[in-house]
């Protein structure tokens, strides 16, 4: 049984009080990013609260305010999406790790690179791509509340979707190098390797956007709806995006093993 007098160590205190400043020594820039933007949105939760009592107040006095529900689910989509990266870089998120506890350090390693890397990151890249299609239908639209009182230029809030969520990717990626680096080097083939969904998926929709510019700017005819539709080349933008990230796998092995780092 735990003595309940011992005193808690430093890194148990910050880990409760302040996640953001465990093992600082060992933070990247992009981790400094990420908790730097995390402190800085969390002054949102406040505000959140002052609005929430605030319409309370109201309600109970017969002056409801629509623009005041939509002001607590703008906060509380920013705030909550900040705190996904937030809790990726900080490792203060909710864990059941009944087994996971117990594991070497080695093997939680390639836990986390594994989970990250083939379930994460390519969700995150996924949401990243769905939701600037969102932000800019959005946009275009030029969407606002449905309450005539309520916050119009819905748009702003989505538009801070697709950023919030590459926010989230570098958290992801910079947790999964550091991972990557407990059990081996972290060499372009062997991130490629451990990253392979997410190299594939990012691959696919980077050369998907490419030809879709080109063929915007070269074929005056065609609708911008319908070039993904006339062009056959697309059909084909996923198995490119596949030999090209296994050729440098192959390519950064040979390499490797040439140089005797393998």
Same mark, same amino acid.
């Given at each position: 049984m735990t003595d309940t007098n011992t005193p808690l160590s430093v890194e148990e205190v910050l880990a409760i009080s302040d996640p953001g400043e465990v093992n600082r020594a060992t933070h990247t820039k992009i981790d400094r990013l990420v908790i730097n933007v995390g402190n800085v949105i969390a002054w949102a939760f406040p505000l959140l609260m002052v609005?929430?009592?605030?319409?309370? /107040?109201l309600r109970a006095n017969g002056h409801n305010q629509a623009w005041l529900d939509d002001l607590q689910w703008w906060i509380y989509g920013v705030a909550m999406l900040a705190a996904f990266g937030?809790?990726?870089?900080?490792s203060s998120h909710v864990r059941v790790d009944? !087994?996971?506890?117990?594991? +070497?350090?080695?093997?939680?390693a390639k836990i986390e690179a594994a989970a990250i890397g083939w379930l994460l990151l390519p969700f995150i890249a996924l949401m990243t791509d769905v939701m600037s299609h969102y932000a800019w239908a959005s946009i275009e639209s030029g969407e606002g509340s449905s309450s005539p009182n309520g916050l119009h230029r819905?748009?702003?809030?989505?538009t801070s979707l697709p950023f919030l969520f590459a926010l989230a990717w570098l958290a992801g990626y910079s947790t999964f190098k550091k991972n990557l680096?407990? !059990?081996?080097?972290?060499? /372009?083939a062997k991130q490629l390797i451990w990253l392979f969904p997410t190299a594939v998926f990012m691959g696919w929709r980077f050369i998907h956007y490419i030809l879709y510019w080109a063929i915007f700017f070269t074929d005056d005819e065609i609708r911008a709806r319908r070039i993904t539709r006339e062009y056959e080349i697309f059909e084909y933008a996923m198995y490119i995006s596949l030999a090209i990230v296994v050729?440098?796998?192959v390519i950064g092995l040979?390499? +490797?093993r040439r140089k005797g780092d393998v």
């Open positions: 609005a929430i009592v605030a319409q309370v /107040l937030y809790a990726i870089t900080t009944i !087994f996971h506890q117990n594991y +070497s350090d080695t093997k939680k819905l748009y702003i809030l989505k680096a407990v !059990f081996s080097k972290t060499g /372009l050729a440098l796998i040979v390499t +490797s």
